[in-house]
C-alpha cells in the first residue's frame, strides 16, 4: 500500500464500517444459529462465501486472497528442518496439531452446508483465518438479537493466528490486511465505538508514493516466520535463544555450596545449571559492551557455574551484592565466563553458516528457501553483533 499524498501522524489512513467487516457473522446471518466457536465459523464463513462466486456480497474482496498463505503449520517436515530452530520446530508441531483440530471439526460442520469442500479448501480458509485475521473484544461483537452493534468502549489488536481463546474474536478487515508490517511502531489500529468502525491512524509521516506499513507488535522473526512466514531485516525485537549447556558443555548439575544456593535464591534464579536453562538474547546495540549485551540473568547464572566449580581462589566478600549489581565476581571468572561464551557463539555461527548453505540450495519452494534462509541470515546477524562487543576483551 502507497501514499498517494503526504501522510502527517494522526491521520487516518484507514477507516472500515463494521457493515464491511467479515465476521462469523456471515454465517450466522445466512444459515442461522451455529453451534461452532467463533474461530471455527469465520472458517466456514470464508468457505461458503468463496464458494458463491459473484453472488457473494465478498466477491472483490474474497478473489483478491492468495491461494495459500504460507504459515510455517502448513510446510512439509523436512522444510521446518532447514530452520534449524527447536522453538520453531515445537511451535510447528503444535500448529500441525491444531490442523488436525481443525480439520475435523469442520469437516463435521461443513457437510451441513456442503458436501464437496476439500481438504485443500479447508487448509485455504484455514490458512486466510490465521494470518489475516485481526482482533476485536468479544463484547465488541456479542450477537444480540442478531444485531450486528457492538457494545461501546471495546478495542481491537492485530494478532497472530485464529485461535480464539475467549478474549477476543477473530475477523477479516477488507484493505487492513493489505498493508505490510513494520517492526517499528508507525501505526495504531482498533476499534472506534464513536463511529463503529475499526480505524487505522498513522504514527509516521509519508510523502506521497512511499510505502505505507502497518504494526503488528514487537515481534522477532521467530515469531513472525511462525505465523506468517516471513522474517525482516535490522528487527530490534529479534532474538537467539542459548541454552547452558550449549555454553558450558557439560550435562545439568546442581549448586552444593550454601553460599551460592542462598545467592541463587535470592536472585531469583531457579535451577541455574540446568543444562535445559535458555535464555533470549537479542541483537547487540552500537557501542554497547559485552556485559550489556546478554542477560544479566545468563552471565550470573555462567558465574554461579564457574564459582561451583571452583576455577579460583578469590575471595568473595558479598557475592550477592556483587551478582545483582552486574559485578563481575573476578578477573578469573570474568574470563572463563567470556571464552565460554565466545567458543559457544563461534561454534553457533559455524552451525549457522552451514544451515544457511543447505537451506538456500535445498529441494523446496522457493517461499520457503527464500523465509528460511533469511531466518538463519537474522540469527546469524544476532551472533556477530554479540561477537563484535567481545572484541578488545
Known amino acids: 500500500m502507497a501514499a498517494t499524498g503526504t501522510i502527517q501522524p494522526g491521520d487516518v489512513l484507514l477507516s472500515v464500517p463494521l457493515s464491511a467487516i467479515f ?73 500441525k496439531r491444531k490442523w488436525k483440530e481443525v480439520l475435523s471439526t469442520c469437516q463435521q460442520a461443513v457437510p451441513n452446508y456442503s458436501k464437496d469442500f476439500t481438504v485443500d479448501d479447508i487448509a485455504w480458509a484455514w490458512s486466510i483465518a490465521a494470518s489475516r485475521s485481526a482482533y476485536m473484544e468479544k463484547k465488541a461483537w456479542k450477537e444480540l438479537e ?21 478474549a477476543g474474536v477473530g475477523v477479516l478487515i477488507p484493505l487492513l490486511d493489505m498493508f505490510n508490517h513494520s517492526c517499528r511502531p508507525v501505526s495504531t489500529a482498533g476499534y472506534n465505538p464513536e463511529s463503529d468502525s475499526y480505524d487505522l491512524i498513522a504514527d509516521a509521516a509519508y510523502a506521497e508514493g512511499e510505502q505505507v506499513f502497518i504494526h503488528y507488535g514487537p515481534l522477532s522473526n521467530r515469531e513472525l516466520v511462525e505465523h506468517w512466514g516471513f522474517t525482516l531485516e535490522d528487527n530490534p525485537h529479534d532474538s537467539i535463544i542459548l541454552s547452558m549447556s550449549e555454553i558450558t558443555r557439560v550435562e545439568s548439575t546442581t549448586l552444593t555450596q550454601p553460599e551460592l544456593i542462598s545467592a541463587a535464591r535470592i536472585l531469583g534464579i531457579e535451577n541455574p545449571l540446568c543444562a535445559d536453562a535458555s535464555y533470549t538474547v537479542g541483537i547487540a546495540q552500537a557501542k554497547a559492551s559485552f556485559w550489556d549485551s546478554v542477560p544479566w540473568q545468563l552471565t550470573t547464572s555462567l558465574q554461579l557455574s564457574a564459582l561451583e566449580a571452583r576455577i579460583c581462589d578469590c575471595e568473595h566478600v558479598d557475592l550477592v551484592e556483587t551478582l545483582a549489581n552486574g559485578v563481575v565476581a573476578c578477573a578469573c571468572i570474568e574470563k572463563l565466563c567470556i571464552s565460554q561464551l565466545r567458543d559457544a557463539l563461534l561454534d553457533r555461527h559455524t552451525r549457522l553458516q552451514a544451515s544457511i548453505t543447505r537451506a538456500s540450495t535445498a529441494a523446496a519452494s522457493d517461499h520457503v528457501k527464500t523465509a528460511a534462509t533469511s531466518y538463519l541470515i537474522s540469527q546469524d546477524c544476532i551472533v556477530q553483533s554479540i561477537l563484535r562487543t567481545l572484541t578488545g576483551i
Open 23 to 95: 465476521s462469523h457473522h456471515e454465517l450466522c446471518e445466512g444459515s442461522g444459529p451455529v453451534e461452532l466457536a467463533p474461530a471455527y465459523a469465520l472458517l466456514v464463513a470464508i468457505l461458503l462465501e468463496s464458494r458463491k462466486g459473484r453472488k457473494s456480497a465478498w466477491y472483490e474482496y474474497l478473489r483478491l486472497l492468495p491461494e495459500q498463505e504460507h504459515i510455517l503449520a502448513t510446510w512439509k517436515m523436512q522444510d521446518i528442518a532447514l530452520l534449524q530452530d527447536a522453538k520453531l520446530f515445537e511451535s510447528a508441531m503444535a500448529g
Open 146 to 166: 442478531h444485531s450486528r452493534k457492538p457494545s461501546r468502549n471495546s478495542h481491537s489488536e492485530r494478532g497472530p493466528g485464529c485461535t480464539y481463546d475467549g
